[in-house]
T-cell receptor, first 115, second 113 residues
Framework: GAVVSQHPSWVICKSGTSVKIECRSL??????MFWYRQFPKQSLMLMAT?????????EQGVEKDKFLINHASLTLSTLTVTSAHPEDSSFYIC???????????FGSGTRLTVV | DQQVKQNSPSLSVQEGRISILNCDYT??????FLWYKKYPAEGPTFLIS?????DKNEDGRFTVFLNKSAKHLSLHIVPSQPGDSAVYFC????????????FGKGTRLHILP
């Protein structure tokens, strides 16, 4: 079945540095990738939708200059958290619609801790 | 290897009837299970959860049942309403607060008038 590989699984970084999270669709082409931020035991917050070859669409309240999204190919979408601060510490997860249009495949998530 | 499986990609149910969405998991270390609901163009929102120490949790029209021995859980919606048409994700996590949540692929529920 469709697989989205997300790396890294966890990362610890210092305040002020940038962190890049990658999501690769391994056996299908993901023209669309959703990026979510998750809070413990709570809902996923959709941050942005990336589309291959075009600019990402950001949700209201999400700083596009802080959360840079690139979808340069049909198999790779990246989220870069720039100038990270402790409040950016969270669990980030990506998701792509399956080929059949019914389901979604989620990445395994990235736990970011900013110290 | 999918640790959380929703084997029905879609389900159609008559309005007023009961909707039953099923989910199977493989990892016996999971001890907290969640259901999310997703409308088009929105992110999934938390619906209901259940801890492994329980076998049933009810919240209004929504009830989640957990069968640990079978590694199976289900979400019952009764009575089904048009606004229930959405994609439903089953998810599972481990014992620790910071454990990742593993999602199923989702089941698209259509409520028929």
């Amino acid at each position: 079945g469709a697989v989205v590989s997300q790396h890294p699984s966890w990362v610890i970084c210092k305040s002020g540095t940038s962190v890049k999270i990658e999501c690769r669709s391994l056996d299908f082409q993901a023209t669309t990738m959703f990026w979510y931020r998750q809070f413990p035991k709570q809902s996923l917050m959709l941050m942005a939708t990336s589309n291959e070859g075009s600019k990402a669409t950001y949700e209201q309240g999400v700083e596009k200059d802080k959360f840079l999204i690139n979808h340069a190919s049909l198999t790779l979408s990246t989220l870069t958290v720039t100038s990270a601060h402790p409040e950016d510490s969270s669990f980030y997860i990506c998701s792509a619609p399956d080929r059949d249009g019914y389901g979604y495949t989620f990445g395994s998530g990235t736990r970011l801790t900013v110290v | 290897d999918q640790q959380v499986k929703q084997n029905s990609p879609s389900l159609s149910v008559q309005e007023g009837r009961i909707s039953i969405l099923n989910c199977d998991y493989t990892n016996s270390m999971f001890d907290y299970f969640l259901w999310y609901k997703k409308y088009p163009a929105e992110g999934p929102t938390f619906l209901i959860s259940i801890s492994s120490i329980k076998d049933k949790n009810e919240d209004g029209r929504f009830t989640v049942f957990l069968n640990k021995s079978a590694k199976h859980l289900s979400l019952h919606i009764v009575p089904s309403q048009p606004g229930d048409s959405a994609v439903y994700f089953c998810a599972a996590s481990g014992m620790n607060r910071d454990d990742k949540i593993i999602f199923g692929k989702g089941t698209r529920l259509h409520i028929l008038p």
